[in-house]
């Protein structure tokens, strides 16, 4: 049982390059969530999935964009990479009955 | 709008020497609090849920409470291996985490 696993742990991206971060859980969870941190400023909200065929927006949804493949699976992807996106990335997957959100290990993004 | 404050930032103590984290809350419809404990280079890891006022959780040297406006997570006699940022989140009624800064705890020998 892996939990929430993360790809890839760290990338360095030029500006105007895309990427997208792979995430899957293992634990057979409906909703799941992709956060960014910055020092300072806590974990925020870009992109979310209730379930399987639905994703909405966070609290800081520009410049990114989601793909909700199954129900394992949850990409985010960065269409043209923007120095203000250098941040360290988290995935999570919820209990829908306690709403706990199990977090991965994150990807530490830098755009130079 | 909901949000979550944590005090203080940053907690520097002697191995042996309890203290109290806060965090404060305003949140329409609280479903639950949350404590996570993230290390360095690490996610978050769940730690605590709280879903009513009155309510305390126990996990080795950690106690979570919880009133209507704010909830305590209390380090008792800490180690250093307690060293670690503590994040606090509410969950509102959609079932979604707003959280706080942290706070920084850092346990001397």
């Known amino acids: 049982n892996a939990g929430v696993t993360q790809t890839p742990k760290f990338q360095v991206l030029k500006t105007g390059q895309s990427m997208t971060l792979q995430c899957a859980q293992d634990m057979n969870h409906n909703s ?16 979310y999935s209730a379930s399987e065929g639905t994703t909405d927006k966070g609290e800081v949804p520009n410049g990114y964009n989601v793909s909700r493949l199954n129900k394992r699976e949850f990409s985010l992807r960065l269409e043209s990479a923007a120095p203000s996106q250098t941040s360290v990335y988290f995935c999570a997957s919820s209990d829908s009955n306690t709403d706990t959100q199990y977090f991965g290990p994150g990807t530490r993004l830098t755009v130079l | 709008e909901d949000q979550v404050t944590q005090s203080p930032e940053a907690l520097r103590l002697q191995e042996g020497e309890s203290s109290s984290l806060n965090c404060s809350y305003t949140v329409s419809g609280l479903r639950g609090l949350f404590w996570y404990r993230q290390d360095p280079g690490k996610g978050p890891e769940f ?55 942290g706070t920084q705890v850092v346990v001397t020998p």
């Open chain 1, 32 to 47: 799941m969530y992709w956060y960014r941190q910055d020092p300072g400023m806590g974990l925020r909200l870009i992109y």
């Open chain 2, 47 to 101: 730690l605590f849920t709280l879903y009513s006022a009155g309510e305390e959780k126990e996990k080795e040297r950690l106690k979570a409470t919880l009133t209507k406006k704010e909830s305590f997570l209390h380090i008792t006699a800490p180690k250093p291996e307690d060293s670690a940022t503590y994040l606090c989140a509410v969950s509102d009624s959609w079932g979604k985490l707003q959280f706080g800064a």
